[in-house]
């Protein structure tokens, strides 16, 4: 019982977070719908030129001879989504350290659904791809959650999820979150600069050194990670890692609420949510949705890699999720949600399926340079996205509101 007090019940300073939270993903999931859709509107439009024109345009200096010149969309995604990531980190040290996640009793729900929705996705679209030459590497791409258009879903739903399920989504999601971050840093990965990884070490170092002698003041942290997202860009490991990294070494105090509100991290990330939710993402939706249907037919979408993606997401999220939270309550590893009956956690695993913005980022690691293939993944993270939020809304729409 008091695993489940503490899992559906937090102190007020959590619950309240927990709303600031919501209120922020799920604004800016509805944003990143409409900027999507924008982006797919102008793909198929006359101004289908001037919109490639507008991301491949250079702008500013050239940062790595690898990369060449920046251009607008590699401002976005290697720069922005940099911060995107920063807030990421800032949001699995709180939950970690003091949050929904701060004990093994409150991870043992969201764990296996998590771990369980990134492997089995991960294994369909293997399967389905299977034999195709070159479309190994983007088994990951169904794995990830795009927890702001999840959150964006349930949000249009209103009152028809339980709190306990929106939690339980926020925690799968968070714990996703630092799969597809530790895949980024492993599996897409290129050439290793030494020098310059030895330059983020040693940053690392210095921000250890301010977390070890109690800097509070923000700008230092903040230049750290700035000189470490421009190193970890020279080391050839993606530079949004340096995000994550960075986040995890700003101070973030335990003690009395006054304390919790006066930490670095928790200012950071009070300051960051609304720019990265209601700006970042929907730029980003905006740049890498676009996609021409224009010449597509039946046999390009059922095509090996739109349709592994595709499956994964649909098929292999949902069975994951479910799966993964039918065994830890019937094993008796975890409580099940508050509230909820067993259709309305199908239906929140089903919505697990709409891996946007995570999908599409994994999607241009996992096929540099190839336009057609970044394309066709496209194209299959849309139709399993769009499958997943439709079928899933009907669900949650529909279902009984009394537990089973």
């Known amino acids: 019982m008091n695993e489940d007090r503490t899992m559906h019940a937090p102190l007020p300073h959590k619950r309240s977070m927990l709303r600031e939270l919501l209120a922020t993903e799920a604004a800016g999931g509805v944003l990143l719908m409409f900027t999507a859709a924008l982006a797919i509107v102008i793909a198929n439009s006359p101004w289908a030129d001037a919109y490639l024109h507008l991301l491949h345009l250079p702008v500013g200096p050239t940062l790595t001879d690898k990369l060449g010149p920046m251009t607008v969309h590699m401002w976005i ?212 949705a676009g996609v021409s249907f224009g010449d597509l037919g039946w046999v390009d979408i059922f095509a090996p890699l739109p349709l592994a993606i595709a499956l994964g997401l649909l098929l292999g999220k949902q069975l994951g999720v479910f799966a993964g939270v039918l065994l830890a309550v019937k094993s008796g590893l975890a409580s099940k949600p508050r509230g909820a009956s067993w259709l309305q956690i199908y239906g929140v695993a089903m919505l697990c399926g709409i891996g946007f913005t995570m999908s599409l980022f994994i999607g241009e690691l996992a096929f540099p340079g190839q336009a057609d293939k970044v394309d066709a993944a496209k194209i299959g993270i849309l139709l399993g996205s769009l499958l997943s939020a439709v079928i899933a809304c009907c669900i949650l729409r529909f279902a009984p509101k009394q537990a089973d």
């Open 77 to 288: 995604n290697d720069g922005l989504m940099a911060i995107f990531f920063l807030l990421v980190g800032l949001e699995i040290k709180r939950e970690l350290v003091d949050g929904r996640l701060a004990s093994w009793e409150q991870r043992r729900l969201p764990a296996l659904p998590a771990l369980m929705g990134m492997a089995v996705p991960a294994l369909i679209y293997l399967a389905v791809s299977r034999g195709e030459p070159g479309l190994a590497g983007g088994w990951a791409i169904p794995a990830a959650t795009d927890i702001a258009f999840a959150v964006g879903a349930l949000a249009l739903l209103g009152r028809h999820a339980p709190l306990s399920l929106k939690v339980m989504l926020v925690s799968v999601a968070i714990i996703d979150d630092m799969g597809a971050v530790a895949i980024i840093a492993v599996f897409y990965t290129s050439s290793i600069d030494l020098l310059a990884l030895a330059g983020a070490a040693a940053i690392i170092a210095v921000l250890l050194a301010f977390n070890r002698l109690r800097v509070v003041a923000l700008w230092p942290y903040l230049l750290g990670i700035a000189a470490l997202w421009y190193v970890t860009l020279l080391s050839g490991v993606h530079a949004t890692i340096a995000g994550v990294v960075g986040a995890l070494l700003i101070p973030y105090s335990t003690g009395t609420e006054k304390a919790r509100e006066a930490s670095p991290l928790l200012k950071l990330e009070h300051g960051l949510a609304p720019w990265v939710g209601l700006l970042i993402v929907p730029a980003f939706g905006f740049a890498n």
